[in-house]
């Protein structure tokens, strides 16, 4: 199970970017999705999970209020809307179906995709 990544970006301080999750080969409706992030010499953290309905989101505290995670099941994909960003959200972004909505403790549980990049910066 592995989902693919795009809508990475450079952006100023302050601009938007909306990352998009596409699903290949698999329905992803009956899947939680999380978004990870990974900034070199960090681990990869959980920023926001989404249930297979759409009902329940969750967020890091540090992008709680600026960044909106979505999914569009007719489509097969999963959105993650980022606004105000700051220099520290720079990082490699990744989706994946997850086993739980905790975004501390989610897991992946198929494989990771190759990311998009996030660079925010002036």
């Known amino acids: 199970v592995q989902l693919v990544e795009s809508g990475g970006g450079l952006v100023q301080p302050g601009g938007s970017l909306r990352l998009s999750c596409a699903a290949s080969?698999?329905?992803?409706?009956?899947?939680?999705v999380g978004w990870f992030r990974q900034s070199p010499g960090t681990e990869r953290n959980g920023v926001s999970s989404?249930?297979?309905?759409?009902?329940?989101?969750l967020y890091a505290n540090s992008v709680k209020g600026r960044f909106t995670i979505s999914r569009d099941n007719a489509k097969n994909t999963v959105y993650l809307q980022m606004n105000s960003l700051k220099p520290e959200d720079t990082a490699v972004y990744y989706c994946?179906?997850?086993?739980?909505?905790?975004?501390?403790?989610?897991?992946?549980?198929?494989?990771w995709g190759p990311g998009t990049q996030v660079t925010v910066s002036s």
């Open positions: 994946a179906v997850v086993d739980r909505l905790a975004v501390t403790t989610m897991t992946t549980i198929g494989s």
């Open positions: 989404i249930s297979d309905s759409g009902d329940t989101a």
């Open positions: 080969g698999f329905t992803l409706n009956h899947y939680r």
